[in-house]
Nanobody, 115 residues
Framework: QVQLVESGGGLVQPGGSLRLSCAAS????????MGWYRQAPGNQRELVAS???????TYGDSVKGRFTISRDDAKNMVYLQMNSLKSDDTAVYYC?????????WGQGTQVTVSS
């Protein structure tokens, strides 16, 4: 009922910045949690940042102070601004949203941090 499409991934040098976007479509009203998760090869999927409708954001410990999540409910968009990128940030980044206790995932976008 909800489709999520990420964009903005790519190759960036250590210390650089990247901005990810996620567009929600379909039955997009009253999306509650919206956020970003990432998964590197051999690792479990981990929380990067999440925000609750009408509330504040939560960040994973490894990205606090470097990443910023924002959402625009009028445009059905959620963003992730990533600064001071490190090699350890290399992963596939997935957009997440839930609605009426059902969660949805995007297809993922690759972020590679390498010099």
């Amino acid at each position: 009922q909800v489709q999520l499409v990420e964009s903005g991934g790519g190759l960036v040098q250590p210390g650089g910045s990247l901005r990810l976007s996620c567009a929600a479509s379909g039955n997009v009203i009253l999306l509650y949690n919206m956020g970003w998760y990432r998964q590197a090869p051999g690792n479990q999927r981990e929380l990067v940042a999440s925000t609750v409708r009408g509330g504040s954001a939560t960040y994973g410990d490894s990205v606090k102070g470097r990443f910023t999540i924002s959402r625009d409910d009028a445009k059905n968009m959620v963003y992730l601004q990533m600064n001071s990128l490190k090699s350890d940030d290399t992963a596939v980044y997935y957009c997440y949203a839930d609605q009426w206790n059902r969660g949805y995932w995007g297809q993922g976008t690759q972020v590679t941090v390498s010099s």
